[in-house]
């Protein structure tokens, strides 16, 4: 029966052959991969135990970073449980009246009493918008103060008070975000600067791209273009909310505007 070997395998020799009558030692060849390898496992066992010496010399330091790095996840937690949400909260309270004296507002024949105690807060010592953005500024509350606070404002005709707070407001939803920029448009249009209302109502209208924001912020654009003589622009904005924008309220007139800029 035929056999076959395993490639790299040899067979093994006795260590001692009898030569003569009397045994000699055979001489065993090292294979220079196994001198290699085993090479290798020396300089990790050198590596490992430098680590080993490194770490026990040090350990204070590890012990001391790692405490200290649990002591600021702890103090984080801690401080988001017992001074964010108490803080929210009472900010949250605070926005309550206020914002009833907006709603009230809205709909007033006369309403610039009621937009200024939205803003300025009650004989009962209620804040309003104005001191809960300031008091507040770090909640969710505080920043929606600023948002409130520029539309006050705004229908107030403060106009510079109305960008101070508008541009405050960081928005974190699709309308409202959109909206403080073209509010902020609105208030640079109604002291007649154009250029800086044009370049707010540009960058609301593609801010968020929707049905409701940006088909307006468009006609708003296109409007001021007109006033500039800047009709091919104001077309193409026009032309934009009639080929985009074909349900939107703006689009209802748009055709009229269109034109006027051809």
Do not use: C
Request: hydrophobic share 40%; charged share 25%; net charge negative.
């Amino acid at each position: 029966m035929a056999t076959y070997n395993k490639r790299g395998y040899k067979e093994p020799k006795e260590k001692e052959e009898k030569v003569g009558g009397a045994f000699v030692e055979e001489q065993i060849n090292v294979d220079e991969k196994d001198s290699t390898t085993a090479a290798v496992f020396s300089k990790l066992d050198e590596s490992a135990n430098r680590t080993e010496d490194w770490v026990q010399k040090n350990q204070r330091i590890i012990i001391g970073v790692l405490l200290g790095a649990a002591i600021v996840v702890m103090g984080y937690l801690l401080y988001q449980k017992f001074v964010v949400s108490p803080t929210e909260d009472t900010a949250a309270e605070e926005m309550f009246v206020a914002e009833q004296n907006f709603k009230k507002a809205l709909d007033a024949p006369k309403p610039d009493s009621l937009y200024n105690l939205a803003l300025n807060g009650g004989a009962e010592g209620k804040f309003g918008f104005k001191q809960i953005a300031e008091e507040y500024s770090g909640t969710d509350a505080g920043n929606m103060a600023n948002y409130f606070a520029g539309v006050s404002y705004l229908n107030l005709k403060k106009y510079p008070e109305a960008i101070a707070s508008l541009e405050k407001y960081k928005g974190k939803d699709v309308m409202t975000a959109a909206l403080a920029v073209g509010l902020i448009g609105d208030a640079y249009a109604q002291q007649g600067k154009n250029a800086e209302a044009l370049e707010q109502y540009n960058k609301a209208a593609a801010l968020n791209a929707n049905e409701f924001t940006t088909p307006r912020f468009l006609m708003k654009a296109g409007q001021v273009e007109l006033a500039m003589g800047k009709k091919a622009d104001a077309l193409k904005h026009f032309n934009e909310i009639k080929e985009k924008y074909e349900l939107s309220p703006e689009s209802a007139n748009v055709d009229a505007l269109i034109g006027l800029a051809q």
